[in-house]
């Protein structure tokens, strides 16, 4: 159980066009879905949170106009990166919290983002 | 600032032979500490929670342990499958719903054969 897919695994682009990537859960329902970002031999870094229904929470430093978050069913966030540039390539994850009050989060597989 | 610390950085080890990696963190009311694997190019995966001091969790040749301050993640007789970055993460309480998780940057274990 708890299984969470990303789509796609791998993408290039060139400056300038945007990139969505789907996260969903599989066998359960997310209430709420959180967006990291992992440079190599780095941590993850939460970029931002959201809750089905509600505008994502930003965290400190990340664009929200750059980087867009829609959550718009229990089991489907997606993330969008507007206007890419070479530094935004990076390896972008997901993770979902099931169920209300649950405290574990768990993760998707992971897309790698390569701005050209 | 939550903070979270781990080490060593890398840690090499031979077949079979047992070691521990280690977490320490600062928290303003920790709500959970969080165990994950994470392979190269891959996603983490669940491994435990530890929500209270004293507390300890088994899984296979894995087991994590708490303290006040710090968290050990101990492995018996690793196998080369056992190979991967291990990551630590905080929760805090917060006000609301907040359910954020602050990471390590994680311990890079190699087992040869």
């Known amino acids: 159980g708890a299984v969470v897919s990303q789509h796609p695994s791998r993408v290039i682009c060139k400056s300038g066009t945007s990139v969505k990537i789907e996260c969903r859960s599989l066998d359960f329902q997310a209430t709420t879905m959180f967006w990291y970002r992992q440079f190599p031999k780095q941590s993850l870094m939460l970029m931002a949170t959201s809750n089905e229904g509600s505008k994502a929470t930003y965290e400190q430093g990340v664009e929200k106009d750059k980087f867009l978050i829609n959550h718009a069913s229990l089991t489907l966030s997606t993330l969008t990166v507007t206007s890419a540039h070479p530094e935004d390539s990076s390896f972008y994850i997901c993770s979902a919290r099931e169920g209300a009050s649950a405290d574990t989060q768990y993760f998707g597989p992971g897309t790698r983002l390569t701005v050209l | 600032e939550d903070q979270v610390t781990q080490s060593p950085e890398a840690l090499r080890l031979q077949e079979g032979e047992s070691s521990s990696l280690n977490c320490s963190y600062t928290?303003?009311?920790?709500?959970?500490l969080f165990w994950y694997r994470q392979d190269p190019g891959k996603g983490p995966e669940f491994l435990f929670t530890l929500y209270s001091a004293g507390e300890e969790k088994e899984k296979e040749r894995l087991k994590a342990t708490l303290t006040k301050k710090e968290s050990f993640l101990h492995i018996t007789a690793p196998k080369p499958e056992d190979s991967a970055t291990y990551l630590c993460?905080?929760?805090?309480?917060?006000?609301?719903?907040?359910?954020?998780?602050?990471f390590g940057k994680g311990t890079l274990l190699t087992v040869n054969p």
């Open positions: 928290v303003s009311g920790l709500r959970g």
């Open positions: 993460a905080v929760q805090a309480y917060r006000g609301g719903s907040n359910y954020k998780l602050t």
